[in-house]
């Protein structure tokens, strides 16, 4: 790894881990996926105060976190590509695409990014859909490569849409490190991975991956619930997590924060975070 990449990717995993927070959900083009982002100055205040190691974002509402002043403000993760798959209705067309295709990352640097992500989508009868998100990747991996910016791919394995209705993961332990693995071998610097069925499996994922890999969050669910599969799937292997709605979508923003960073960075328990959340 470059010199410049290992630098960025130091502004993410402070103390060997990452709590990345993603407020990138925008470009999902869903309106469920919106509450609690209405107004989104107020929310990235929110989260500066409270201090995860990152905030992923994309370019037109990055200036929110890389105008504010303060020098231990969290790492700007930026996600630079956007598709159609998070729909509760499928599309006639499938289709993934980088938000600039000449320059795909000239953004996140103009930001100041720690790093990018995109998307490795994997959807029953949608090979057009994996070979767009292929060639976008190939092309982002050049132009990380010549700039020294660390590569986030998020590879996800999805149900299909008949089965529970719109934008649902697929925790099949088989599925998920195959695709972990091709993102890998596209030369991944991080993985952005959903949790298997079973949390004992996770290690495997992390085994194949070869590079840190962080924890996708999905759908708000129960948070003492969340903070308990989350130890798991620390226990595991994992560094961290990528976390959006559960985060921004609480009552209490920072206050999941704090629990799920004790967690990270302190090896706290799913109990042990849980009263962390309680004290505030």
């Known amino acids: 790894m470059r010199l410049s990449q290992k630098a960025r990717m130091n502004r993410m995993f402070t ?7 993603a407020l990138d959900h925008g ?33 037109g509402q990055a200036d929110l976190l890389q105008s504010r002043p303060e020098k231990d403000k969290p790492a700007l993760v930026m996600r630079i590509d956007m598709g159609n798959p998070y729909n509760d209705q499928r599309h006639r067309v499938m289709w993934s695409a980088l938000q ?16 990018v992500v995109v998307n ?22 050049a132009a990380c490569h010549t700039y020294g910016m ?10 299909p849409n008949d089965v529970r209705g719109g934008y649902q993961v697929d ?37 194949t991956a070869r590079v840190p890999v962080l924890v996708r969050g999905g759908g708000k669910e ?3 619930t969340v903070l308990r599969k989350s130890a798991a799937l620390m226990a595991q292997g994992a560094k961290g997590m990528v976390y959006g709605r559960n985060i921004y979508q609480h009552d209490n923003p920072k206050a999941v924060v704090n629990a799920l960073m004790a967690m990270i960075h302190h090896g706290a328990s799913g109990d042990e975070a849980w009263d962390i959340y309680n004290r505030g």
């Open 27 to 59: 470009v999902c083009n869903e309106p469920g996926f919106l509450k609690g982002l209405e107004n989104m100055e107020s929310v990235v205040s929110t989260l500066i105060e409270a201090r995860p190691d990152a905030i992923q974002m994309a370019y």
């Open 100 to 115: 600039n295709h000449d320059e795909p990352i000239i953004g996140a640097l103009e930001m100041d990014a720690a790093c």
């Open 222 to 224: 129960d948070l003492k």
């Open 150 to 159: 660390p590569l986030m791919i998020e590879p996800l394995v999805m149900l």
């Open 15 to 21: 103390h060997g881990g990452c709590l990345d927070v």
């Open 171 to 207: 925790g099949d332990a088989e599925k998920i490190i195959t695709l972990v693995r091709l993102a890998s071998e596209m030369g991944a610097d991080i993985i952005k991975a959903d949790p298997t069925a079973d949390p004992e499996d996770f290690h495997r994922v992390v085994e």
């Open 120 to 141: 490795l989508f994997m959807l029953p009868d949608e090979p057009d859909l994996f070979h767009q998100c292929v060639k976008n990747i190939s092309r982002v991996r």
